[in-house]
């Protein structure tokens, strides 16, 4: 078999080969391939790096220059039928936001996750049956959370759900609730009401 139908288990991975073989080999696009992170791919020239790609299934993000974008784009489509989505405006769940200050010259990207996160908080709310305040930091000072004994326990399938959540946000966007996120992982099998108060102050910060 040299053929993979789109949607089969295995025609992502074909596929990814077959994309990873153009974009490093020596005769094609001498890319490099981080040792990280498989799905990034860099290119160094002139020692300079000239532009960073990553793969998600069949979709590139591409950071670089418009020449060396067009570069890109022109060695995919020696290979690959391919729609160039322009700008950058949501990916793997995050959405981005371009603007230009005039006054430095600069151009300027946010990324947030407005909408994902006001779902959780919507979440949190319906369950709580009430509104939840805004806190000035993820995590209570000098607060050292603790299993919960057998009269303290909370609704741990809602409490899993949540910190998966977190742990999204935290992962992608904001680097400043990784400490307390990771407390609360560790009690995914006995969290008590501290941890639900933890969980609280967290997505109000």
Not at 61 to 73: Q, T, V, Y
Not at 132 to 152: A, I, R, T
Request: charged letters at 30%; glycine letters at 6%; a negative charge.
């Amino acid at each position: 078999m040299t053929k993979s139908m789109y949607g089969n288990v295995d025609a992502a991975i074909k596929f990814f080969k077959t994309l990873t073989e153009l974009l490093t080999d020596e005769d094609g696009m001498t890319m490099k391939q981080s040792q990280v992170d498989p799905c990034l791919f860099y290119l160094h020239k002139d020692d300079e790096l000239k532009l960073i790609v990553t793969v998600t299934v069949d979709d590139c993000a591409i950071a670089s220059l418009p020449e060396d974008i067009k570069w890109f784009m022109d060695g995919l489509e020696s290979r690959f039928n391919i729609t160039h989505g322009g700008e950058l405006k949501k990916h793997l769940g995050v959405d981005y936001e371009w603007s230009f200050d005039n006054e430095k010259g600069k151009h300027f990207v946010k990324a947030t996750m407005n909408k994902k996160v006001q779902a959780t908080i919507d979440q949190l709310e319906k369950f709580l049956g009430r509104e939840v305040k805004v806190k000035p930091s993820p995590g209570k000072p000098n607060e050292y959370l603790q299993k919960s004994n057998d009269e303290d326990h909370v609704d741990i399938d809602e409490y899993r759900s949540l910190v998966g959540q977190i742990k999204l946000f935290t992962t992608k966007l904001c680097p400043k609730t990784g400490n307390i996120c990771r407390a609360l992982s560790g009690f995914m099998s006995n969290p008590s009401k501290d941890h639900w108060k933890a969980i609280e102050r967290l997505l109000d910060t």
